[in-house]
């Protein structure tokens, strides 16, 4: 691999029963269920043999649950890094998108048009997190130039990172995957970032649940 290269190995998190619930997690930093657990072990299993350098992790405990994992498979020191987190949705934590949808609705058409400006009460704006979380991956990636790095976090991080490899619109629908404990590939240069492969999940034996259904988040969020 060039020496100005870094490759990024971008894993979303186990399952958690806020998953299952289709509660917004945000930076509520919510467990692993038992299925996520078990999904973090065969991630880790998976990427044994990748040749990772270096691991780092949101700090929120079902990213790092899950990057302790891959890091004790691969015989590495895990790295926490709080710029990882995910999207933090202030006033709308902790209810199921049913419940926005009931009783926020200007925040649900707002959340659905994926304005960038747009931040719950209390919450950030998707402008902010998209460059808080890209930001983050640059400055991780520019630590390992000719080297490979995994890093571990939520669906709203990664999509973010897709759509930076990709250079896809904020705004724009989402319409590909982002499961729990899926493996999805980058490269970085000074010049960006670029998608070598996305949604890699061969390691388990059914679909993660999913997050985008014509640009609305409507299975989790984090």
Known sequence: MPDNLTRLVVVRH?????????????????????????????????LADEGIHAIYSSDLQRARDTAAAIARHAGLPLHVDPALRERHFGCLEGRTQAEVAEHHPEDMRRWRAREPGYGPAGGETLQAFYDRTVGAAARLAALHPGQTIALIAHGGVLDCFY????RVAIEAPRSWKVTNASIN????????????????????????????????????VG
Do not use: C, K, M
């Open 14 to 46: 186990g399952e958690t029963d806020w998953n299952t619930e289709t509660r917004i997690q945000g930076h509520t930093d919510i467990p692993l269920n038992a299925r996520g657990r078990w999904q973090a072990e065969r991630v880790g299993q998976a």
């Open 163 to 166: 759509r930076a490899a990709n």
């Open 185 to 220: 590939r980058l490269l970085y240069s000074p010049e960006g970032f670029s998608l070598v492969g996305w949604a890699d999940d061969r390691h388990l034996d059914e679909d993660g649940l999913d997050e985008t259904t014509d640009g609305l988040v409507l299975r989790s």
